[in-house]
């Protein structure tokens, strides 16, 4: 994926949330983990509960969410970092350009953005 990698195991998704930075906006909700020491590429993972909807739903807000995590997050995230965004209600049908301005605006609040 060039630069950046998934969160797959369960752990690495609770190390995430137990750095307590998260940001909830309209369309989703962004964590951030603590800097890793080494170097190494800025990973992210993907989760939608049941709260989203029906299985078709949530597949189309993970997707809509990897889409954002692969344009944004390669570009101007902080790099040594893992990122965790969360699906809302609102993730499956908010407009795209929304939606995306909702993960920059997370991204600059939390300061984890980067030109």
């Known amino acids: 994926m060039g630069g950046i990698a998934t969160l797959r195991r369960r752990p690495e998704f609770l190390a995430v949330a ?3 930075r998260k940001w909830a906006a309209p369309g989703l909700v962004l964590q951030i ?3 890793r ?3 190494s590429p800025t990973r992210f993972g993907l989760t939608a509960s049941s709260k989203v909807g029906n299985a078709v739903i949530r597949n189309r807000a993970r997707r809509r969410l990897r889409a954002l995590a692969l344009d944004i997050l390669t570009r101007h995230a902080a790099p040594a ?3 965790v965004l969360i699906a809302r209600a609102a993730t499956a049908t908010r407009a795209f350009a929304d939606l995306r301005q909702d993960l920059i605006t997370a991204l600059q609040k939390l300061g984890a953005w980067h030109e």
Request: proline residues 17%.
């Open 33 to 35: 983990g603590a800097p």
């Open 18 to 20: 137990a750095s307590g």
């Open 37 to 39: 020491e080494t170097p």
């Open 81 to 83: 970092r893992d990122y």
